[in-house]
């Protein structure tokens, strides 16, 4: 079957940096993609990532290994405003979404 | 630019009672899509379209029915509502290609099944 595993909930500190890991299991693989949800919002997309290696985007980089099934998020420089889930999906051979539980990220001062 | 807008944003059903969740976008995306979130669990895909006139099944859709008669419009019809039917639902779209999982979210639609 297809699977997403990605840790249920993390706390780091403001101005620290985190790193979310997500492994999958997939069908064939199209991609991977990393989405935030703050509370009682929709989620809205951070990264995609294809090719093996990392890609970086401000204060947030993203992190594929296809050999491995892997792929991480790392938040820098962490602001309050980063207290959110972050959901990790896998594109299949089909180019359906296959989707994480989300993991709950928790900021403290 | 309203990307995508979903109605109504929150409802309360007594089971058995019938809706229709509408999802309109303005981007012109040839995907659309409705999701539905519960806690703990990852999004799961009820039904989707790859264009007008057309509608797909995805993971969960036993209760529901979809149309897409215009391209900007995404209909998700409850015939008969059953508490299990008590989530958040998310529309979505997005354009076909490699990056087709880019996915536009509308702000969802709380529904309550008593």
């Known amino acids: 079957g297809q699977n997403i595993d990605q840790p249920t909930e993390m706390t780091a500190t403001e101005g620290a940096i985190v790193q979310i890991n997500c492994t999958y299991q997939?069908?064939?693989?199209?991609?991977l993609f990393w989405y935030q949800q703050h509370a009682g919002e929709a989620p809205t997309f951070l990264s995609y990532n294809v090719l093996d290696g990392l890609e970086e985007k401000g204060r947030f980089s993203s992190f594929l290994s296809r050999s491995k099934g892997y792929s991480y998020l790392l938040l820098k420089e962490l602001q309050m405003k980063d207290s959110a889930s972050y959901l990790c999906?896998?594109?299949?051979?089909?180019?359906?979404?296959?989707w994480g539980a989300g993991t709950k990220l928790i900021i403290k001062p | 630019n309203a990307g995508v807008t979903q109605t109504p944003k929150f409802r309360v059903l007594k089971t058995g009672q019938s809706m229709t969740l509408l999802c309109a976008q303005d981007?012109?995306?040839?995907?659309m899509y409705w999701y539905r979130q519960d806690p703990g669990m990852g999004l799961r895909l009820i039904h989707y379209?790859?264009?007008?006139?057309?509608?797909a099944k995805g993971e969960v859709p036993d209760g529901y029915n979809v149309s897409r008669l215009k391209k900007q419009n995404f209909l998700l019809g409850l015939e008969s509502a059953a508490p299990s039917q008590t989530s958040v639902y998310f529309c979505?779209?997005?354009?076909?290609?490699?990056?087709?999982?880019?996915?536009?979210f509308g702000e969802g639609s709380r529904l309550t099944v008593l």
């Open positions: 979505a779209s997005s354009r076909p290609g490699s990056d087709t999982g880019e996915l536009f």
């Open positions: 999906a896998a594109l299949d051979s089909n180019y359906q979404l296959i």
């Open positions: 981007m012109n995306h040839e995907y």
């Open positions: 379209s790859v264009g007008e006139g057309t509608t």
């Open positions: 997939t069908s064939g693989f199209n991609g």
